[in-house]
Structures are given as C-alpha cells and as structure tokens.
C-alpha cells in the first residue's frame, strides 16, 4: 500500500501548525484515542483570526474490515446507544463540543484522516461542523456499501476520499465558493467517493445511489 501520505497530503495548500495553541486540546487529543483505539495527531491549519482549524489523523492498528465490524458492535467509537440503534451523538462529537467550551475561539475541523492497517479514509470539512456532525453517518454508510466499495470483496481500496464532485471545469470555481462559504449540504457527502486501488493507474469514483464503481474526472477539495 502507498504511503498514507503521498496523495493528497502532499497537495494540502493550507500551512499546518503540529503545536496549535488551544485550551484542552491534550485531553481532546486522549478522548480520541481511548474511544477509537488508535494514535491520535492533531495540527492546525487556521486561514484566518475567526477560528481553529484542525486537521486530525486517527492511526488504528485495524484492517479496515475489523474497524467496521467493531463499530457495528458498539465497540470502536461507541456508536451504538444501549437500545442497539444509531446514538444522535459519537464521542467525537461530545469531545469536540467539550473542547469548544474551553475556548474563545471557534474549533472545527478541517480534514480527518482514519488510517487503518489496509485502508485510509479521508473526510473533508464541507460546511461549518460538517465533519462532527456527519462523521457517524458516513462511518455508517462505509459499512453499508463495504461489499461494492471493495469490489465485491476482492480489493480493499487504499485510500477513501470523501466526498468528490464531478469534474467541471466551469462549475469548479462554484464548488469552492461553496465549500468556503458553507453553502454546501450534508447531501453532498453522500454522492460520490473517490477511491484508489492498486491495481487502478488512477483515482476512480464510487457512486454511493447506484452503489458503483464509475470511471471519470474526479473534483478534489484540496483548498
């Protein structure tokens, strides 16, 4: 598998701070790796005087098999509520809620690596609170279309980039205003994937309504 870091990371444009100054943020930092059994990095990556952007890397010793079997049993991020449903709120949500109280600033998060022995998902923020407030959905949905994002069960894509838009070279422009002006909805993250595999030269789209596998442009958000 590709080092975790030669995609994407690589074409970050914002300058990221791997010592941001913020209240709380080493029990945050602990709150994460007891409830998702993993090594947790935190950096800032703040364009602007309004709030902390964080950029948060999840290191789990996991196939990306084992991480979903553990969520659907409530015992990777406890995300099951004792009635065996889907709780409104994850430890993620309630870590992060709790990290905000202790600041004057605003905290959010701008991107959220989860890195499993196999597999790398990569979730971009797309409107305010995006990512807490659409992180147990989308983990949700990984588990539900696991057999087609992986081929029938035959390949294991190393990297999941979430979401992507289709590629338009006129509509691109748009797509970022959007995306910085929060103008985006929770739809968007449930359209298309972008995914890699080894035995693909190139990034190919995962189509979440027909639950395939296409091939064409693929819209990064990379700002």
């Keep these: 598998m590709p080092n975790k870091q030669d995609n994407f990371r690589d074409n970050l444009r914002l300058k990221l701070d791997d010592n941001p100054k913020i209240k709380g943020l080493v029990e945050f930092k602990k709150s994460l790796e007891k409830d998702y059994f993993s090594n947790v990095s935190i950096r800032n990556c703040s364009s602007d005087n309004a709030r902390e952007n964080l950029v948060i890397e999840m290191d789990c010793n996991f196939k990306l098999v084992e991480i979903l079997s553990h969520l659907q049993k409530g015992t990777w991020g406890r995300m099951y509520s004792a009635q065996n449903s889907w709780s409104k709120s ?3 949500s309630r870590a ?4 905000n109280k202790l600041n004057s600033r605003r905290i959010d998060i701008e991107e959220l690596s989860i890195f499993s022995k196999d597999s790398s998902i990569i979730i971009k923020n797309i ?9 147990r959905q989308i983990l949700q949905t990984i588990a539900e279309n696991y057999v087609y994002l992986t081929k029938k069960l035959t ?3 190393y990297e999941i980039y979430i979401p992507v838009f289709e590629e338009d070279r006129i509509e691109n422009d748009t797509k970022l205003k959007n995306i910085r002006t929060g103008n985006n909805k929770k739809k968007d993250y449930f359209k298309y994937w972008g ?3 080894e035995s693909e030269k190139d990034a190919v789209i995962y189509d979440l309504k027909n639950k395939s596998i296409i091939f064409g442009d693929l819209f990064m958000l990379n700002h």
Excluded: V, W
């Excluded at 992060?96 to 990290?99: G, S």
């Excluded at 409107?127 to 992180?135: A, D, G, R, V, Y």
């Design 90 to 92: 994850s430890p993620f």
């Design 96 to 99: 992060l809620k709790n990290l």
């Design 127 to 135: 409107f305010e609170n995006s990512i807490e407030e659409q992180l």
């Design 155 to 157: 390949e294991t894509p």
């Design 195 to 197: 995914l890699y595999f």
